[in-house]
């Protein structure tokens, strides 16, 4: 016997490997329609729900980094109506 594998196991693998892949790609699919209404959360576009709040605990602080850091995350608050809090460490 030699050591190569034979044809037959190769096509076993192979046809492994693509079914693996398959299903992942399957599992990673979205489900469900964008139909460019609403935002995630539930509430309406421009503040309509408040959605709360989001901690964030950080090791950086200061300038630029919060200043920045605030600037990124203004436009979210305004939009969903929810508020950052920042801790940093």
């Known amino acids: ?3 190569r594998p034979r044809t037959g196991f190769r096509f076993v693998l192979i046809g492994l490997a ?3 892949a398959a299903l992942v790609a399957v599992a990673c699919g979205d489900d ?3 139909t460019g209404g609403g935002s995630p959360t539930g509430g309406s576009p421009g503040g ?3 959605i709360g709040s989001v901690e964030v605990l950080g090791i950086w602080g200061g300038d630029p980094e ?3 850091f605030e600037a990124t995350t203004a436009p979210w ?3 969903t ?3 950052v809090n920042f801790t940093g460490t």
Do not use: I
Request: hydrophobic share 20%; no cysteine.
């Open 1 to 3: 016997m030699s050591g």
């Open 18 to 20: 693509v079914t693996l």
């Open 32 to 34: 469900e329609k964008d």
């Open 48 to 50: 309509g729900g408040n």
């Open 66 to 68: 919060l200043p920045s």
């Open 77 to 79: 608050e305004q939009e």
């Open 81 to 83: 109506g929810g508020s």
